[in-house]
């Protein structure tokens, strides 16, 4: 019983559940997710405008966390997927119990050589505080997004953004990439 309370305890604070915020309302953000920019793994600066009529899943990741076996099925996710619209693009945070302390090389070569991650990985960058990364704000500020306010609650949580760049979804950090959850909201729509 004891147990049980400490790992419903834990779930809540670290938001391990896999509840979502799910679907929300469209709602034009007072800022474009497209004027957004960030550097690559490489230090290469990609505007967020290339994603323009793409659906996007943004994901904090980390190399030494519990839920980094999540990139494997992002990967599938982005494999499945790509073809048909949907983008996931990877930035790597060391905000959280300093799960990811390497450089945008090891973290590189990590991805690579553990998970053969062909998606977008952007440099690594601060998803909460002060320093917060501009895609972070716009993420968790109703004021930039236009939909709500959120916290990044642990590596791996997940942010959906529609075709138009708006926010439509956020996934706690324990939600798998490949639930129904997901997936449903990513499906091409069916033409009758």
């Given at each position: 019983?004891?147990?049980?309370?400490?790992?419903?305890?834990f779930s809540s604070l670290f938001g391990c559940?896999?509840?979502?915020?799910?679907?929300?309302?469209?709602?034009?953000?007072?800022?474009?997710?497209?004027?957004?920019?960030?550097?690559?793994?490489?230090?290469?600066?990609?505007?967020?405008?290339q994603f323009k009529g793409h659906k996007v899943?943004?994901?904090?990741?980390?190399?030494?966390?519990?839920?980094?076996?999540?990139?494997?099925?992002?990967?599938?996710?982005?494999?499945?997927?790509?073809?048909?619209?949907?983008?996931?693009?990877?930035?790597?945070?060391?905000?959280?119990?300093?799960?990811?302390?390497g450089s945008n090389a090891d973290i590189a070569?990590?991805?690579?050589?553990?998970?053969?991650?062909?998606?977008?990985?952007?440099?690594?960058?601060?998803?909460?505080?002060?320093?917060?990364?501009?895609?972070?704000?716009?993420?968790?500020?109703?004021?930039?997004?236009?939909?709500?306010?959120?916290?990044?609650?642990?590596?791996?949580?997940?942010?959906?953004?529609?075709?138009?760049?708006?926010?439509?979804?956020?996934?706690?950090?324990?939600?798998?990439?490949?639930?129904?959850?997901?997936?449903?909201?990513?499906?091409?729509?069916?033409?009758?």
């Amino acid at each position: 019983m004891r147990k049980l309370a400490l790992i419903s305890l834990f779930s809540s604070l670290f938001g391990c559940s896999s509840r979502a915020q799910n679907p929300l309302p469209p709602v034009d953000p007072p800022q474009s997710f497209y004027s957004l920019k960030a550097a690559d793994i490489t230090g290469q600066e990609v505007g967020m405008d290339q994603f323009k009529g793409h659906k996007v899943l943004v994901v904090n990741t980390a190399s030494n966390c519990g839920n980094t076996p999540q990139y494997a099925k992002l990967e599938e996710l982005h494999k499945r997927y790509a073809a048909t619209g949907l983008m996931v693009v990877g930035f790597p945070s060391n905000d959280f119990l300093r799960q990811e302390p390497g450089s945008n090389a090891d973290i590189a070569k990590f991805c690579e050589e553990k998970y053969s991650i062909t998606f977008p990985m952007m440099g690594k960058v601060e998803v909460k505080g002060k320093a917060m990364h501009p895609v972070y704000a716009w993420l968790t500020q109703k004021a930039n997004n236009g939909a709500l306010d959120s916290k990044v609650k642990l590596n791996f949580q997940k942010y959906l953004i529609d075709e138009q760049g708006r926010l439509v979804a956020v996934f706690d950090p324990g939600t798998d990439p490949l639930s129904e959850e997901i997936i449903s909201l990513i499906r091409p729509e069916t033409k009758p």
